[in-house]
C-alpha cells in the first residue's frame, strides 16, 4: 500500500483493526505516496510507542487534520509522543477514545504548543482524572477547541468545574 505510487491523490485513509502494527505505521507514515492524506483512521491497531512516534515525526503526514487512535493502545508514553509533533499541527480533530490514557498524559497533551488548531478532541474511555480534566481546563493552546469529550474518564465534580470554569474551553 505504501508503495503504491497511483494513491497520491488518497485524502482519506482507513484502515481500523487491520493488524498493522508499528512497522505498517512506519511504512506508510513514511510514504510520499501518502503525503495528500487528510484522514488517517488506525483504530484499534495496537500500534505502540513506535507507531505512535512514526506518526508523529512522519512529515509527509503533514496534511493530516483528522487522526484516530482509538483502541489503538495508548498510554502517556504514546501521548507525549503524539503532544511533542510539531508534524501533526494542523490537526483539527483527533480520537484517542478507548485507550489507557492517564492524568500525566492529558497534562503533557495539555502543556504542549503544537495543538492550537485542535477542534475536536475525544478522550472518552481513558483514565484522565481530576488532575487530567484540571490541566486540559487550564491549557491556553486548546483554546480552538469546539467540542471536548471525556466520557468515562472518572473527572469527577471538581474536574468538571475546572472544565466549566476553564478560560480556554
Not at 484522514?39 to 484516530?68: F, H, P, Q
Not at 487530567?132 to 491549557?139: D, M, N, T, Y
Not at 491556553?140 to 471538581?158: D, M, P, T, Y
Request: charged letters at 20%; hydrophobic letters at 45%; glycine letters at 10%.
Amino acid at each position: 500500500l505504501a508503495e503504491i505510487s497511483s494513491l497520491q491523490s488518497l485524502e482519506t485513509l482507513i484502515l481500523p483493526h487491520c493488524d498493522i502494527g508499528a512497522a505498517g505505521v512506519k511504512a506508510l507514515a513514511q510514504s510520499a505516496h501518502l503525503s495528500g492524506l487528510k484522514t488517517w483512521v488506525l483504530s484499534g491497531n495496537k500500534i505502540g510507542v513506535d507507531g505512535v512516534e512514526e506518526i508523529a515525526r512522519s512529515t509527509s503526514m503533514k496534511g493530516l487534520v483528522t487522526l484516530s487512535l482509538a483502541g489503538s493502545g495508548l498510554g502517556d508514553r504514546e501521548m507525549k509522543a503524539l503532544a511533542n509533533s510539531s508534524c501533526l499541527a494542523g490537526l483539527t480533530f483527533l480520537d484517542v477514545s478507548d485507550n489507557e490514557i492517564g492524568a500525566k498524559g492529558a497534562e503533557v497533551f495539555a502543556c504542549s504548543s503544537c495543538w492550537s488548531e485542535l477542534e475536536v478532541l475525544d478522550m472518552n474511555t481513558n483514565r484522565v482524572g481530576q488532575e487530567g480534566a484540571e490541566a486540559l481546563a487550564k491549557s491556553s493552546h486548546l483554546s480552538n477547541l469546539k467540542a471536548l469529550s471525556l466520557f468515562a474518564n472518572r473527572i469527577g465534580v471538581e474536574g468538571a468545574r475546572a472544565l466549566a470554569g476553564s478560560l480556554w474551553l
